[in-house]
C-alpha cells in the first residue's frame, strides 16, 4: 500500500491550498481515507475524515467551515480544500487510510499512512 500527498507549500494567511493523496495497493472505495497533521514540538492531531463512499465526513473544530474533504474512488484519490488558512495550520499534513467502518478521528485505527507534505503559513 501506498500514499502520496502532493499539494503542500508556503501560502500567505488568507490564502488557500488543496492537497491531494493518491493511494495505490489498496481497495480504495473499502476504506475511510483520513487527513492528519503535526506541527513542530506537538502530537499528530485529527484534521478530517472521509468515508468509503464519501457520503459522511467529520472535521477537526479547529478547521470546520474553513476545510472540505473530498474523495475520486475513480482515481483512488483524496483531497483537502483548505481555505482561509491560518498560521497555526503550519504543520506536516498525513493522509491515512482505514479499513474500519465509518469516518473516525482516531490515529491508532487507521492502518497506513503517507510520508506527509508541508504547509507553511505566513503571518
Known amino acids: 500500500v501506498q500514499l502520496v500527498e502532493s499539494g503542500g507549500g508556503l501560502v500567505q494567511a488568507g490564502g488557500s491550498l488543496r492537497l491531494s493523496c493518491a493511494a495505490s495497493?489498496?481497495?480504495?472505495?473499502?476504506?475511510?481515507m483520513g487527513w492528519f497533521r503535526q506541527a513542530p514540538g506537538k502530537e499528530r492531531e485529527f484534521v478530517s475524515s472521509?468515508?468509503?463512499?464519501?457520503?459522511?465526513?467529520g472535521y477537526a473544530d479547529s478547521v470546520k467551515g474553513r476545510f472540505t474533504i473530498s474523495r475520486d474512488n475513480a482515481k483512488s484519490t483524496v483531497y483537502l480544500q483548505m481555505n482561509s488558512l491560518k498560521p497555526e495550520d503550519t504543520a506536516v499534513y498525513y493522509c491515512?487510510?482505514?479499513?474500519?467502518?465509518?469516518?473516525?478521528?482516531?490515529?491508532?485505527?487507521?492502518?497506513?499512512w503517507g510520508q506527509g507534505t508541508q504547509v507553511t503559513v505566513s503571518s
Open positions: 491515512a487510510a482505514s479499513r474500519g467502518p465509518g469516518w473516525t478521528r482516531f490515529t491508532n485505527l487507521y492502518d497506513y
Open positions: 495497493g489498496l481497495t480504495f472505495s473499502n476504506h475511510v
Open positions: 472521509i468515508s468509503g463512499g464519501g457520503g459522511s465526513t
